[in-house]
């Protein structure tokens, strides 16, 4: 026998219904569940803000609550430098369609400017970094996919190697 919640044609109560019986008349648990409409409170108009802060509760401590890792920095570092990097190929996608003159144009007027080689890897490596940053990090998370490297004390030591490698690159980058 299939059993099964029915409500009444109401809406407002609903009965345990166990099957059918021997003549095709319903067989009813000895429990009968009532169900009320929710009346709203006076206070429901108000906000789930306004309410919390009537009743003295913080708001959201997620972030007060938590003790800063550098695994969590990187994870936080991680997808800012996934949105830098869509916002360089906005840009630059932007930038091609609407811009005049083409891309060596462009490296001759920055050149034209003599900015110093200080300056000037500077300013390479402040673009290249998110790059760098975002492909060996990306790397470090396809090696956890196989499995590898999972436990806490490598989880630490290849996020301090994804860091250094990924200051390497964009320092190699930035002095081409």
């Given at each position: 026998?299939?059993?099964?919640?029915?409500?009444?044609?109401?809406?407002?109560?609903?009965a345990?219904?166990?099957?059918?019986?021997?003549?095709?008349?319903?067989?009813?648990?000895?429990?009968?569940?009532?169900?009320?409409?929710?009346?709203?409170?006076?206070?429901?108009?108000?906000?789930?803000?306004?309410?919390?802060?009537?009743?003295?509760?913080?708001?959201?401590?997620?972030?007060?609550?938590?003790?800063?890792?550098?695994?969590?920095?990187?994870?936080?570092?991680?997808?800012?430098?996934?949105?830098?990097?869509?916002?360089?190929?906005?840009?630059?996608?932007?930038?091609?369609?609407v811009?005049?003159?083409?891309?060596?144009?462009?490296?001759?007027v920055?050149?034209?400017?003599?900015?110093?080689?200080?300056?000037?890897?500077?300013?390479?490596?402040?673009?290249?970094y998110?790059?760098?940053?975002h492909l060996?990090?990306?790397?470090?998370?396809l090696?956890?996919?196989t499995?590898?490297?999972?436990?806490?004390?490598?989880?630490?030591?290849?996020g301090?190697?994804?860091?250094?490698?990924?200051?390497?690159?964009?320092a190699?980058?930035?002095?081409m």
């Amino acid at each position: 026998m299939a059993l099964h919640l029915t409500r009444a044609l109401c809406g407002r109560s609903a009965a345990l219904k166990l099957g059918t019986g021997q003549f095709g008349s319903p067989l009813l648990a000895s429990r009968t569940i009532v169900m009320k409409p929710m009346v709203p409170r006076v206070d429901d108009a108000a906000s789930h803000d306004e309410r919390n802060s009537k009743l003295g509760r913080p708001l959201s401590p997620h972030l007060t609550i938590y003790k800063y890792e550098i695994t969590m920095v990187f994870s936080i570092t991680h997808r800012i430098t996934g949105m830098a990097l869509g916002a360089y190929m906005a840009a630059f996608g932007v930038g091609a369609l609407v811009c005049p003159h083409d891309f060596s144009y462009y490296v001759d007027v920055v050149e034209s400017w003599k900015l110093s080689a200080p300056t000037l890897m500077a300013a390479k490596f402040i673009l290249a970094y998110p790059f760098t940053y975002h492909l060996a990090n990306g790397m470090r998370h396809l090696l956890w996919d196989t499995g590898k490297c999972l436990k806490i004390k490598e989880v630490w030591s290849t996020g301090y190697t994804m860091l250094a490698v990924s200051v390497g690159l964009a320092a190699i980058l930035a002095a081409m």
